[in-house]
């Protein structure tokens, strides 16, 4: 398995820990409290993906771009974006989430069989606790601290580009981009700076790649490797 190492991501996370506000012991105990509730794990040696991959958003888009989608190879897909592609008829190969997307239809998705990479940051421990215990499906579980031996960090920071980072750690030769709004007027200011977050990264890791994605075209010029 390839991609990001944690050595290179901790300049980042801290980063973003020093932006937000957010508490790095939070994340940690979080991160704990995922491997203790978690079942049996999926080996990341275990996960491979290849080809295309539709790293698929749940943007306004979605449903507009599902011949994108159908053209994959396979599909990675943030939060929500995975029920409203079952919804479709479309599967997907990985959802991964922090819970806070349809968490009942994770569920329903993850007990069918769709392996979930379930991330524990520091505000989300409740919908771990209520949410991990009940599912007998596998999971892989992440964190963006330091990894530890059942608690992956691929890296990435909201659920769209973590699905990115996890694609390009199992081997996805190129990355497509259906559902994805990087701007949004019609939300909140903390999401807003999360968002630009997840534009930076996006283009740290297309750069790493040696790939362009379509949704950096026309922005390249105004970003900055984090």
Request: with cysteine; hydrophobic share 45%; proline share 5%.
């Amino acid at each position: 398995m390839v991609g990001l190492t944690f050595a290179e991501w901790e300049p980042v996370y801290e980063a973003i820990l020093d932006d937000f506000g957010y508490d790095r012991a939070g994340d940690e105990r979080a991160r704990d409290l995922l491997a203790e509730l978690v079942g049996r794990t999926i080996e990341p040696a275990e996960a491979s993906l290849s080809g295309r991959v539709a790293v698929a958003g749940a943007g306004p888009t979605l449903e507009d771009e599902l011949g994108i989608v159908r053209a994959a190879d396979a599909v990675v897909a943030a939060s929500s974006a995975a029920a409203r592609l079952d919804d479709r008829g479309v599967a997907v190969d990985w959802i991964v989430t922090d819970l806070d997307g349809r968490p009942a239809r994770t569920t329903e998705l993850a007990e069918a069989g769709t392996p979930v990479a379930v991330h524990a940051h520091g505000d989300n421990r409740p919908a771990i606790e209520g949410w991990v215990p009940r599912v007998e499906a596998t999971v892989l579980p992440t964190t963006q601290a330091a990894p530890t031996d059942r608690v992956c960090n691929f890296g990435g920071f909201t659920d769209g580009d973590r699905a990115a980072f996890l694609a390009d750690a199992f081997g996805a030769d190129r990355l497509v981009f259906p559902g994805w709004t990087i701007t949004d007027s019609g939300v909140s200011a903390e999401k807003e700076r999360k968002l630009a977050w997840a534009e930076r990264l996006l283009y740290w890791l297309e750069r790493r790649r040696g790939e362009r994605f379509d949704l950096l075209d026309g922005r390249r010029e105004s970003l900055s490797v984090p």
